[in-house]
């Protein structure tokens, strides 16, 4: 506190009952001090600090020095402490020395914050502030030293860059709170790490310090109880970057939050670490509430005492995370305390609530990802036994329920922190029932297994254990020879096992890259057993638990051959559980209020929809991951689509290709040239990215106001819902944002990352453009219904001919929205133009027997036999492989108002036209086209629209001039004939687009 002892005299006290002590000091201050300025402040410091209210440290001398007291210094103090958090480069004691030795602006800057932020602050607060900062500015000139001019200006930046704070709130009792939390704008503050979220609150007190992240203001996302004080915030800021990417499949953006303490008792008395951990939590979290907007009866109201320099921003949920998995309760209870809005839909999976454990969501979701990884190289997990190695113990969530997602399991080897098990040999039937066992038994550890049960060679060591002595099975099933390895030998050799399934359930980083070092990872309690991920030998990896791997260790692992996404797609089913619970109780949390449901009836309804609300979780996890196989099916022939999106991305200031390990366009460059494209982990990032980005658009755009997406509304809830409360659905809080996310992910899982941005680009049209023209080819020609029907042949034909299918449907798709884009009709709504050309799309595909020239129905049918042959039931395949020759439907309908003629008639010509040009030929041509560029592929797709385009034109003419196709035919004959002899030349020629452009240019003068 800057003051110099100089003197005790102790003074014992007594009434015979009780002894005290009085020590009496003598303090020596520094020659400038006014004893009675800083008298009273001094004595008041001193009690704070000795009460452990305050702590001691270097600051508390500018009690000496500027008129500030211990709560003004504390607001300092928070600073520093979340500079620490940075890494910024100057240390504690500097920053320290620093503000005492620049005593006058460190005054200046605390008045800047009571000029800021003080509520019933007297005078103009802009004006205020401006000459505060001027006075500022001229005082910085004389600061010589460089390092302390960065430490004050970053200060001052901090400060500025703060858009609340609940420093001048109370107890109910008057008291200041002890803690105190600044909801900052991290993209304003120097030196904050990428990525940069939207919004940040900071909590400090001597007792805790937190921090949460926000990448929106519509954000979720869990709580941890991190142990890592010293950087917690770098713990925290990798785990929101996972959440952005994994959020996109719900409704809010990603945000996470983290907490440590700073005073907690020994971790091995168990109950009082525990009682400080959620004392602490709920200091936590109340910093987070208490300048948060409430909403009451509908209105948004401001926290108390707080000057607020943002707009309303109410929404603010929070979940369990890695500590705090049982506090969703303990968080609900704060929630109610304060009266906030949300109610017991603050945090997700509380008593009232759906239980992740129980649903087993988190690891089904992840199963998902399991077996599409099996179905793509003819291996059924259900039916069919299968190797796996093991993270975690079958008493936590994921890994447990994961373990009993399939009765064909062989679980060889598995680990947790206690524990290493073996079981070279397994009984399927067996094992299971004792994994089923061990699930349904509190707090069990693999020690807890029936060791009878344990194949020949196998058991259970303890990892504290000098070494474990394997037998000749267990080195069998680890693929090693060594006989006698420690502990930590057999978990690296437990990730190299050769099995078919790594299944990683639990808490660490086990993966990274050849090139990344263990420092880099940031996960030290793994360091010594750590792998790379070209050493991995299993075939698939499922990551249940989050960060697993590095990205760089997966991208390695999956460019060796190695089946894996990300953790972000695997264990999403979580977050996923949890914001469908959160919206489902804001809606029915309004019907409650209104009277309309007793909370009993809420909390059965809620039960009820258990199972429908699992269901529409995994039909998330179902299709994230079936875009993905989408993408690696043809890697190729999307790069250069991917590399496009990435550069737009780029250039909206939307991603940062470094940041998320995605290659640089010199890198694609290299993998065209050695034939590569992204791995299935790039490919999630790219996904991801990609539903931010046209997220953000059409919740910008008046989509989501459209009645016609209100059936997207709908179908996220579970039916009871649609059908008892639609009106309260219709009027949902988060209505646009969830309509505008439904969409995204129904459109982009279907497509692919690529087609919005594509299509938008080429048609120069919004991303609301893109998906209301794809919305009218998918109910123009019903594929909705070919999609479910291909998805349906899982495990039916080879997943290579079902991806080729989905691949020829995208196709069509992605024709057909080209062309609603090009014909786009002025102010017309999607249910009249659906109107206009559905029911003739359905009367052609009715009648393709009868209208096509009999060449081209017979070639049609020998197409459907091919998919016929591989399995694909009949109608199926017919009604696919017409969808080439009802796509036209689009014109013909046009066509025959135009001309006055039935559809009949029009398409009886035009298929006529096509087969007397054989302009099927010349589109096999097209199709043959290269498309290793973003170029080659416009290139080809135009002079397939040309091709459509000609025989439209040339129909349209013969139809005006009521001329039949036998009288057309005789006058362009000679065209005619030289058009099919260039054909039959170039067939047997190499693919080149000079011949075809020579042909258009034939054609067109046809029309």
């Given at each position: 506190?800057g003051?110099?002892?100089l003197?005790?005299?102790?003074?014992?006290?007594?009434?015979?009952?009780?002894?005290?002590?009085?020590?009496?000091?003598?303090?020596?201050l520094?020659?400038?001090?006014?004893?009675?300025?800083?008298?009273?402040?001094?004595?008041?410091?001193?009690?704070?600090?000795?009460?452990?209210?305050?702590?001691?440290?270097?600051?508390?001398?500018?009690?000496?020095?500027?008129?500030?007291?211990?709560?003004?210094?504390?607001?300092?103090?928070?600073?520093?402490?979340?500079?620490?958090?940075?890494?910024?480069?100057?240390s504690?004691?500097?920053?320290?020395?620093?503000?005492?030795?620049?005593?006058?602006?460190?005054?200046?800057?605390?008045?800047?914050?009571?000029?800021r932020?003080?509520?019933?602050?007297?005078?103009?607060?802009?004006?205020?502030?401006?000459?505060?900062?001027?006075?500022?500015?001229a005082?910085?000139?004389?600061?010589?030293s460089?390092?302390?001019?960065?430490?004050?200006?970053?200060?001052?930046?901090t400060i500025?860059?703060?858009?609340?704070?609940?420093?001048?709130?109370?107890?109910?009792?008057?008291?200041?709170?002890?803690?105190?939390?600044?909801?900052?704008?991290?993209?304003?503050?120097?030196?904050?790490?990428?990525?940069?979220?939207?919004?940040?609150?900071?909590?400090?007190?001597?007792?805790?310090?937190?921090?949460?992240l926000?990448?929106?203001?519509?954000?979720?996302?869990?709580?941890?109880?991190?142990?890592?004080?010293?950087?917690?915030?770098?713990?925290?800021?990798?785990?929101v970057?996972?959440?952005?990417?994994?959020?996109?499949?719900?409704?809010?953006?990603?945000?996470?939050?983290?907490?440590?303490?700073?005073?907690?008792?020994?971790?091995?008395?168990?109950?009082?670490?525990?009682?400080?951990?959620?004392?602490?939590?709920k200091?936590?979290?109340?910093?987070?509430?208490?300048?948060?907007?409430?909403?009451?009866?509908?209105?948004?109201?401001?926290?108390?005492?707080?000057v607020?320099?943002?707009?309303?921003?109410?929404?603010?949920?929070?979940?369990?995370?890695?500590?705090?998995?049982?506090?969703?309760?303990?968080?609900?209870?704060?929630s109610?305390?304060?009266?906030?809005?949300?109610?017991?839909?603050?945090?997700s999976?509380?008593?009232?609530?759906?239980?992740?454990?129980?649903?087993?969501?988190?690891?089904?979701?992840?199963?998902?990802?399991?077996?599409?990884?099996?179905?793509?190289?003819?291996?059924?997990?259900?039916?069919?036994?299968?190797?796996?190695?093991?993270?975690?113990?079958?008493?936590?969530d994921?890994?447990?329920?994961?373990?009993?997602?399939?009765?064909?399991?062989?679980?060889?080897?598995?680990?947790?922190h206690?524990?290493?098990?073996?079981?070279?040999?397994?009984?399927?039937?067996t094992?299971?029932?004792?994994r089923q066992?061990?699930?349904?038994?509190?707090?069990?550890?693999?020690?807890?297994?029936?060791?009878?049960?344990?194949?020949?060679?196998?058991?259970?060591?303890?990892?504290?254990?000098?070494?474990?002595?394997?037998?000749?099975?267990?080195?069998?099933?680890?693929?090693?020879?060594?006989?006698?390895?420690?502990?930590?030998?057999?978990?690296?050799?437990?990730?190299?096992?050769?099995?078919?399934?790594?299944?990683?359930?639990?808490?660490?980083?086990?993966?990274?890259?050849?090139?990344?070092?263990?420092?880099?990872?940031?996960?030290?309690?793994?360091?010594?057993?750590?792998?790379?991920?070209?050493?991995?030998?299993?075939?698939?990896?499922?990551?249940?638990?989050?960060?697993?791997?590095?990205?760089n260790?997966?991208?390695?692992?999956?460019?060796?051959?190695?089946?894996?996404?990300?953790?972000?797609?695997?264990?999403?089913?979580?977050?996923d559980?949890?914001?469908?619970?959160?919206?489902?109780?804001?809606?029915?949390?309004?019907?409650?209020?209104?009277?309309?449901?007793?909370?009993?009836?809420?909390?059965?309804?809620?039960?009820?929809?258990?199972?429908?609300?699992?269901?529409?979780?995994?039909?998330?996890?179902?299709?994230?991951?079936?875009?993905?196989?989408?993408?690696?099916?043809?890697?190729?022939?999307?790069?250069?689509g991917?590399?496009?999106?990435?550069?737009?991305?780029?250039?909206?200031?939307?991603?940062?290709?470094?940041?998320?390990?995605?290659?640089?366009?010199?890198?694609?460059?290299?993998?065209?040239?050695?034939?590569?494209?992204?791995?299935?982990?790039?490919?999630?990032?790219?996904?991801?990215?990609?539903?931010m980005?046209?997220?953000?658009?059409?919740?910008?755009?008046?989509?989501?106001?459209?009645?016609?997406?209100?059936?997207?509304?709908?179908?996220?809830?579970?039916q009871v819902?649609?059908?008892?409360?639609?009106?309260?659905?219709?009027?949902?809080?988060?209505?646009?944002?969830?309509?505008?996310?439904?969409?995204?992910?129904?459109?982009?899982?279907?497509?692919?990352?690529?087609?919005v941005?594509?299509?938008?680009?080429?048609?120069?049209?919004?991303?609301?453009?893109?998906?209301?023209?794809?919305?009218?080819?998918?109910?123009?020609f019903?594929?909705?219904?070919?999609?479910?029907?291909?998805?349906?042949?899982?495990?039916?034909?080879?997943?290579?001919l079902?991806?080729?299918?989905?691949?020829?449907?995208?196709?069509?798709?992605?024709?057909?929205?080209?062309?609603?884009?090009?014909?786009?009709?002025?102010?017309?709504?999607?249910?009249?133009?659906?109107?206009?050309y559905?029911?003739?799309?359905?009367?052609?595909?009715?009648?393709?027997a009868?209208?096509?020239?009999?060449?081209?129905?017979?070639?049609?049918?020998?197409?459907?036999?091919?998919?016929?042959?591989?399995?694909?039931d009949?109608?199926?395949?017919?009604?696919?492989?017409?969808?080439?020759?009802?796509?036209?439907?689009?014109?013909?309908?046009?066509?025959?108002?135009?001309?006055?003629?039935?559809?009949?008639?029009?398409?009886?010509?035009?298929?006529?036209?096509?087969?007397?040009?054989?302009?099927?030929?010349?589109?096999?041509q097209?199709?043959?086209?290269?498309?290793?560029?973003?170029?080659?592929?416009q290139?080809?797709?135009?002079?397939?629209?040309?091709?459509?385009?000609?025989?439209?034109?040339?129909?349209?003419?013969?139809?005006?001039?009521?001329?039949?196709?036998?009288?057309?035919?005789?006058q362009?004959?000679?065209?005619i004939?030289?058009?099919?002899?260039?054909?039959?030349?170039?067939?047997?020629?190499?693919?080149?687009?000079?011949?075809?452009?020579?042909?258009?240019?034939?054609?067109?003068?046809?029309?």
């Amino acid at each position: 506190m800057g003051a110099r002892v100089l003197d005790e005299h102790p003074y014992r006290i007594s009434d015979g009952d009780q002894e005290l002590w009085i020590h009496d000091l003598g303090l020596q201050l520094p020659p400038e001090t006014d004893l009675s300025a800083v008298k009273e402040r001094f004595e008041e410091l001193f009690g704070q600090v000795w009460r452990a209210e305050v702590e001691s440290d270097d600051l508390n001398r500018l009690v000496l020095n500027t008129d500030l007291d211990g709560r003004s210094i504390a607001v300092l103090r928070a600073c520093a402490r979340y500079f620490k958090q940075l890494g910024f480069a100057y240390s504690q004691n500097y920053i320290e020395n620093t503000l005492n030795k620049n005593c006058g602006i460190t005054q200046l800057i605390a008045e800047l914050f009571g000029a800021r932020f003080k509520p019933d602050y007297v005078g103009d607060r802009e004006t205020s502030q401006k000459q505060i900062r001027e006075k500022i500015e001229a005082a910085m000139s004389q600061v010589a030293s460089l390092d302390e001019d960065r430490i004050l200006r970053q200060l001052i930046a901090t400060i500025l860059a703060t858009l609340r704070t609940n420093f001048w709130q109370t107890t109910a009792s008057g008291e200041w709170k002890s803690y105190m939390s600044f909801k900052l704008n991290p993209r304003e503050i120097p030196g904050v790490p990428e990525p940069k979220p939207l919004f940040e609150i900071w909590v400090y007190s001597p007792r805790v310090e937190g921090v949460h992240l926000r990448g929106g203001k519509v954000a979720r996302g869990g709580l941890r109880w991190s142990d890592r004080r010293e950087d917690f915030r770098t713990e925290i800021l990798g785990l929101v970057k996972a959440q952005q990417v994994k959020n996109t499949v719900i409704v809010p953006v990603g945000s996470k939050g983290g907490f440590v303490l700073k005073s907690a008792p020994p971790a091995t008395d168990r109950e009082a670490y525990q009682a400080e951990g959620v004392a602490c939590y709920k200091l936590f979290l109340s910093g987070l509430l208490d300048i948060t907007d409430n909403i009451v009866k509908g209105q948004v109201v401001p926290p108390a005492r707080v000057v607020r320099h943002d707009p309303d921003d109410p929404y603010l949920v929070v979940a369990a995370d890695k500590g705090t998995a049982t506090f969703s309760d303990i968080a609900n209870g704060v929630s109610a305390d304060y009266g906030f809005w949300l109610g017991d839909a603050f945090a997700s999976g509380g008593s009232v609530g759906y239980d992740h454990k129980k649903m087993g969501i988190t690891a089904r979701g992840a199963w998902e990802s399991v077996k599409r990884h099996f179905r793509s190289f003819g291996h059924n997990t259900q039916t069919t036994p299968f190797t796996v190695a093991g993270i975690g113990d079958m008493s936590g969530d994921v890994f447990g329920n994961g373990m009993l997602l399939s009765e064909q399991i062989k679980l060889l080897v598995a680990f947790d922190h206690r524990h290493i098990f073996i079981d070279p040999n397994p009984d399927v039937a067996t094992s299971f029932a004792e994994r089923q066992r061990l699930f349904n038994l509190p707090r069990s550890s693999w020690d807890d297994y029936d060791k009878s049960l344990i194949s020949e060679g196998g058991g259970v060591y303890p990892r504290s254990a000098k070494s474990v002595s394997l037998s000749p099975q267990a080195r069998a099933v680890l693929g090693i020879e060594a006989s006698d390895l420690t502990p930590v030998e057999v978990l690296k050799a437990i990730l190299q096992a050769p099995v078919d399934l790594l299944y990683n359930g639990g808490i660490g980083t086990y993966v990274k890259a050849t090139f990344e070092t263990h420092a880099q990872v940031g996960d030290k309690a793994s360091d010594a057993f750590r792998v790379n991920g070209n050493e991995l030998r299993c075939k698939v990896l499922a990551e249940g638990g989050n960060l697993g791997c590095t990205q760089n260790g997966r991208i390695e692992f999956a460019q060796k051959g190695g089946r894996i996404y990300t953790d972000a797609i695997d264990n999403s089913a979580g977050v996923d559980c949890s914001d469908h619970e959160v919206n489902i109780k804001i809606l029915v949390g309004g019907i409650v209020e209104a009277s309309d449901l007793t909370l009993k009836q809420r909390n059965d309804l809620l039960a009820s929809m258990t199972d429908e609300v699992g269901h529409l979780v995994l039909t998330d996890n179902y299709y994230q991951s079936l875009a993905l196989d989408l993408a690696c099916h043809r890697p190729l022939y999307v790069l250069d689509g991917q590399q496009r999106l990435m550069q737009t991305l780029e250039s909206q200031g939307r991603l940062n290709r470094a940041i998320e390990f995605l290659p640089s366009d010199e890198e694609i460059a290299r993998r065209k040239a050695h034939k590569q494209g992204l791995s299935a982990p790039e490919n999630a990032v790219v996904l991801a990215y990609a539903k931010m980005a046209v997220f953000d658009e059409l919740v910008a755009s008046n989509l989501p106001d459209d009645p016609f997406f209100s059936r997207a509304l709908r179908a996220y809830f579970p039916q009871v819902l649609s059908e008892k409360f639609a009106g309260a659905i219709a009027h949902h809080q988060l209505k646009r944002e969830i309509i505008a996310t439904f969409i995204t992910n129904t459109v982009i899982n279907r497509t692919g990352a690529t087609f919005v941005n594509f299509i938008a680009i080429e048609a120069a049209a919004s991303a609301a453009d893109v998906i209301r023209a794809f919305t009218l080819a998918r109910e123009i020609f019903d594929l909705e219904a070919l999609w479910d029907q291909i998805d349906a042949l899982d495990y039916k034909v080879d997943a290579k001919l079902q991806l080729d299918l989905l691949t020829k449907l995208t196709a069509i798709a992605q024709r057909a929205s080209r062309w609603m884009l090009r014909a786009r009709t002025a102010n017309a709504d999607l249910p009249t133009l659906i109107q206009r050309y559905q029911p003739s799309a359905r009367e052609l595909r009715a009648n393709l027997a009868s209208w096509l020239p009999a060449p081209a129905y017979a070639s049609l049918q020998d197409a459907s036999r091919g998919f016929i042959q591989a399995g694909v039931d009949a109608t199926l395949a017919e009604n696919l492989v017409a969808l080439d020759y009802i796509f036209p439907a689009l014109d013909l309908v046009d066509l025959a108002q135009a001309t006055n003629s039935d559809l009949e008639k029009t398409a009886r010509t035009y298929f006529g036209v096509d087969a007397e040009l054989s302009l099927m030929g010349w589109r096999d041509q097209i199709n043959r086209l290269p498309t290793d560029t973003l170029w080659q592929t416009q290139a080809r797709g135009s002079a397939r629209d040309d091709i459509y385009s000609i025989a439209s034109q040339v129909t349209k003419g013969m139809l005006s001039r009521q001329e039949n196709l036998a009288a057309w035919r005789t006058q362009h004959a000679q065209a005619i004939d030289k058009l099919n002899h260039l054909l039959n030349t170039i067939v047997t020629q190499g693919a080149d687009l000079a011949p075809v452009s020579v042909a258009l240019r034939e054609l067109r003068s046809l029309a």
